[in-house]
């Protein structure tokens, strides 16, 4: 069905608006529109869109003909890149007016750029295929079905994506709030302990490398963790988290399993989930974790101030030394010296430095 | 430039960090565990769980480096490469760097005005090695071209970023990966141990650098034809089956029933052609294929016509591995996935799209991820195994494990003569009778005092 929304004064290809029966329980906003959209001025109509009604089909058995389908902004992105945040605040009217007459029970959100209009700044990975309630309508956050063609790998997610879409629309899953599912244990008991030395059945992680252990942490209540410096500790169930690395670790801090179990092998042999901890936390668990890189960025930069300084230190010394030493020789050879040697040193100091010590 | 790590922050923020990822670990292992059962993967999850502490202790031994051969080697490549560019040089009388793609296309398709291939997404003519593979015999430059860039890539992916790579015991410590590889085949980065070409010369100096340490030496086993193995459990091939009961050679038996010879009037060419269809099969092969790969290997008169002939004759004798890839397809498209026999799974819902090459990609994957998981599958409940006995025979030390290769295992073994037929004893008979198939499984072990010097 035609659109009734009309093109805007900026003209940038060809103003493709979105289609389908309006008013419409279910809505699809993609992206944009790519070289066949623009070109036939019609949503979806290229080879994604081929695989976004077949995916469609297979899931719910709707077509085309029974839901709205439109795209985040309106024209084609030049050399098919992603939509700056102008392309968007531009067309965001259009689409706010879409949303409005369409009135849907569930907008299917498709790629990231989609999902980031609706649910904010998250990650794809964390949130695609588990939808969310905000305001009154019902946002599932689906992979763009271009990842498919891109990556053959990526086909059997966006199948599973659009496997709970049909689940969503038969009633037999529930959206979580705007924020996704929630952490049930915000308040948590994290403490250092070094008294246990023999544990039933715990979730177990470690930290630093087997030549560096720095602890294992360890738990068998939600919310609760004991941090153990000293190793030692006897477990007879473990459940761990890439078993690869901390197996390692364990041996390196004398601590001692009869089995164990490993969550990440879980999350591959699914095929659909992230292999990451804390992509898996956030997207089942709702848990915020910090990633080690945040947790030592204030000290790195600490670490690489002091290095800087320590070397520029060392090289103030070193210009300091080869100038006494040039002062001490005959005139002539002196020029001919300092004239290398302040070559030299110039290359090596900053230029700042060399200034500062000039009368 | 220092790097901080968790003693360089308040110990307080380090406890919080290193206990969450616990509190993670627990809560998110139910929700794992339950939807693992739900989807009929505990089987498969055990299988791989099993292999972790052999795969851990491979990390951890590490393969012992010999720096010298790999410096020597590094600049052995930098001479090759060298009289590669200088042969250019002789043939069409300018230089070039063969790294450069504007440098090569200006060369092969305005100089030498040889057709060109492929475009790149830029509008350039595409000098990719795929590309250029397929132009060999078009002009000999492209051949120096291609050694050249050959060369280059084993000087720099392996030679110098190894000895980089060492550690303070000399050794090489591999990451080594299970969950990367959707067939459950190991990977490893840092190096890529696994990339080194098998079969090719310059693979095997290269493997050549990696030594046994004192009083110790290499072995390897591997599974003999584990795939066409499975091929024959799988699809229930009577002839296939047949063959492999009687320990016939089965690519030049093949070869006589498509070529209609008698066996010891079968070819060497004959024989490479039915051995090419014979893997091919799993793969998905097409008469286009099979005439590049007879073309690579130097065979003449192997156009498309005769490779549609040899493939369609080879379905003729094996009707049954015919009806099997069917049915790999059928399944895919009637589930969307499909699963190996350990039940692992592959989602391929790409079998319905009206996307030629997205449907045709998705088939050929049907079959191809049946078979080679599955048979990675033997030897990973295999390597369970021969752990179990390791540590129950307390010889966990004097022989110790290195690597998994497709289908080959690496360890390194005290160099003593009565351990080692033990070893080889206890090693094939774990290998061969762990799993039953409705064919013999069959492996072969080796030893030698590195890794390039063992038998392929």
């Not at chain 2, 099979?290 to 192997?302: C, D, P, R, S, V």
């Not at chain 2, 497709?406 to 003593?416: A, G, N, P, S």
Request: with cysteine.
């Amino acid at each position: 069905m035609p659109s009734a929304y009309t093109k805007p004064y900026v003209s940038r290809g060809t103003f493709v608006p979105g289609e389908g029966p309006v008013p419409c329980d279910l809505m699809l906003i993609g992206e944009g529109p790519g070289a066949e959209e623009d070109k036939y001025g019609r949503p979806w109509v290229g080879k994604a869109g081929r695989e976004l009604w077949r995916y469609l089909f297979q899931s719910t058995h709707r077509t085309r003909t029974s839901v709205y389908a439109t795209n985040l902004v309106k024209y084609r992105v030049p050399e098919d890149g992603d939509p700056t945040p102008d392309d968007i605040a531009r067309d965001a009217p259009i689409l706010a007016q879409e949303v409005q007459d369409v009135a849907p029970e569930i907008i299917v959100c498709l790629g990231r750029w989609s999902v980031r209009r609706f649910l904010g700044d998250v990650d794809m990975e964390v949130c695609h295929g588990i939808p969310r309630l905000v305001g009154h309508r019902c946002i599932m956050p689906i992979i763009h079905p271009a990842a498919g063609l891109h990556s053959t790998e990526f086909q059997g997610t966006i199948a599973w994506d659009f496997e709970q879409l049909a689940k969503l629309l038969r009633g037999e899953i529930e959206p979580y709030g705007e924020g996704g599912p929630v952490d049930e244990r915000p308040n948590t008991d994290y403490f250092e302990a070094d008294g246990f030395t023999m544990i039933a059945d715990a979730a177990v992680d470690t930290e630093g490398s087997v030549r560096k252990p720095w602890c294992v942490s360890f738990t068998g209540t939600p919310g609760m963790a004991c941090c153990n410096r000293i190793g030692g500790v006897d477990f007879r169930h473990i459940v761990l988290h890439n078993a690869l690395h901390d197996i390692g670790v364990l041996r390196a801090t004398n601590c001692s399993y009869d089995t164990f179990d490993d969550t990440m092998i879980k999350a591959y042999l699914l095929c659909v989930e992230p292999q990451g901890l804390k992509a898996l936390a956030k997207r089942h668990c709702g848990m915020e974790m910090s990633s080690y890189d945040e947790l030592v960025a204030h000290a790195n930069r600490m670490k690489a101030h002091q290095y800087l300084r320590k070397v520029l230190g060392w090289l103030n010394k070193q210009s300091i030394k080869e100038q006494s030493a040039s002062s001490t020789t005959s005139s002539r050879s002196r020029k001919r010296t300092s004239g290398r040697g302040g070559r030299k040193s110039s290359r090596m100091r900053p230029k700042g430095m060399i200034k500062s010590r000039r009368p | 430039m220092p790097v901080a790590d968790l003693d360089d922050i308040p110990v307080k923020d380090a406890v919080e960090y290193a206990c969450r990822d616990a509190d993670a670990t627990l809560r998110i292992n139910p929700i794992l565990d339950r939807r693992i059962d739900e989807m009929g993967l505990r089987g498969c999850y055990e299988m791989d769980l099993a292999v972790v502490p052999m795969v851990e202790r491979m990390h951890s031994v590490g393969m012992l480096v010999d720096r010298r051969h790999l410096v020597e080697l590094d600049s052995y490549l930098t001479d090759l490469m060298a009289l590669e560019v200088q042969a250019v040089r002789k043939i069409v009388g300018v230089e070039i760097n063969p790294n450069s793609p504007p440098q090569v296309a200006a060369l092969l398709f305005e100089k030498l005005k040889l057709k060109p291939r492929k475009r790149t997404p830029t509008g350039m003519n595409s000098t990719q090695d795929k590309v250029l593979e397929a132009m060999r015999n078009e002009h000999p430059v492209v051949g120096h071209i291609i050694k050249y860039r050959e060369y280059g890539t084993y000087r720099d992916d392996f030679c110098l970023k190894m000895v980089r790579l060492l550690d303070e015991d000399g050794r090489i410590h591999p990451n080594l990966g299970l969950t990367r590889v959707s067939s459950g085949r190991l990977n490893c980065k840092e190096p890529n141990l696994l990339g080194i070409p098998v079969r090719e010369e310059m693979g095997k100096l290269l493997r050549s650098g990696f030594v046994a340490g004192p009083d110790k030496t290499y072995g390897s086993w591997d599974l003999n034809q584990i795939e066409m193995r499975e091929m024959a459990h799988q699809s229930r091939d009577p002839v296939l089956i047949s063959r492999f009961e009687n320990d016939e050679d089965i690519h030049a038996a093949t070869a006589a029933d498509v070529f209609g010879k008698r066996l010891e009037d079968v070819s060497a060419t004959e024989r490479y052609a039915a051995k090419r269809i014979g893997f091919g099969v799993i793969t998905g092969i097409t008469e286009i294929g099979l005439a590049e790969q007879m073309a690579l290997a130097g065979a003449e008169g192997w156009d498309e016509q005769s490779c549609g002939c040899a493939i369609r004759d080879y379905f003729g004798i094996y009707k049954y591995v015919l009806q099997f890839l069917h049915d790999c397809r059928a399944e895919a498209r009637r589930y969307g996935y499909v699963r190996d026999r350990w039940g692992r799974i592959r989602y391929l819902p790409g079998v319905h799209s009206d996307l030629k090459w997205i449907r045709a990609e998705a088939e050929r994957q049907s079959h191809s991820f049946k078979i080679s998981a599955s048979a990675q599958g033997v030897l990973k409940k295999s390597m369970a195994q021969i752990w179990e006995w390791w540590k129950s025979d307390g010889i966990l030390g004097q022989v110790e494990p290195l690597l998994q290769v497709h289908d080959e295992l690496l360890l390194e073994v005290d160099d003593d003569k009565e351990f080692r037929e033990y070893l080889d004893t206890g090693m094939l008979h774990f290998l061969c009778n762990t799993t039953k198939l409705r064919v013999p499984i069959k492996a072969k072990g080796s030893y030698g005092p590195d890794w390039g010097s063992l038998k392929d």
